[in-house]
T-cell receptor, first 112, second 114 residues
């Protein structure tokens, strides 16, 4: 069965600095997709960034980028120039085709 | 991105009662899902809502406790039946859109059972 592991329950970063959130996963499938979702206190799940497993190039969305290491089954999220509005829970998620499997989440605090 | 609405946004219910949560998406989807997020926890899939047929439930979730309907492509309901305090959670619906592998979520329903 597929699993997603986030080993950092909490992280903190100073405003304007860079932070990296870790995620590892386990799967026997060759074709899959990985995501990072953000959940602020409003509880709305917001899709931050996605990565197709067949693509070698790391995905980038503005200040958010990933480091996708397929052989190591690692999928970390880098947030550059952190802003106060980045404070939230971040969930790493995996899907083979439809169902999403989530990690346990990392709470990110941003200090001014 | 997609627009997905849920109602109610929150409710406080008494033990032994039932609550039905509605989910509406703004355009056609291929699949709809219901998730539960217990306090301080991650999201767990309850079931896949199938149009015009019985939902597909994940291990640990049963139809008698969480009946789900999906009468058309853009609407689904989840009922939490015979509630107990352990059912206090956030319930979220999501949609998977045709031609996409990305799921978009509704704003969630915060349920408190007293």
């Amino acid at each position: 069965a597929q699993t997603v592991t986030q080993s950092q329950p909490e992280m903190s970063v100073q405003e304007a600095e860079t932070v990296t959130l870790s995620c590892t996963y386990d799967t026997s499938e060759s074709d899959y997709y990985l995501f990072w979702y953000k959940q602020p206190p409003s509880r709305q799940m917001i899709l931050v960034i996605r990565q197709e497993a067949y693509k070698q190039q790391n995905a980038t969305e503005n200040r958010f980028s990933v480091n996708f290491q397929k052989a190591a089954k690692s999928f970390s999220l880098k947030i550059s120039d952190s802003q106060l509005g980045d404070a939230a829970m971040y969930f790493c998620a995996y899907t083979g085709a439809d169902k999403l499997i989530f990690g346990t989440g990392t709470r990110l605090q941003v200090f001014p | 991105s997609a627009v997905i609405s849920q109602k109610p946004s929150r409710d406080i219910c008494q033990r032994g009662t039932s609550l039905t949560i509605q989910c509406q998406v703004d355009s056609q989807v291929t699949m709809m899902f219901w998730y539960r997020q217990q306090p301080g926890q991650s999201l767990t899939l309850i079931a896949t809502a199938n149009q015009g047929s019985e939902a597909t439930y994940e291990s640990g979730f049963v139809i008698d406790k969480f009946p789900i309907s999906r009468p058309n492509l853009t609407f689904s309901t989840l009922t939490v039946s015979n509630m107990s305090p352990e059912d206090s959670s956030i319930y979220l619906c999501s949609g998977l859109y045709e031609g996409s592998y990305e799921q978009y979520f509704g704003p969630g329903t915060r349920l408190t059972v007293t």
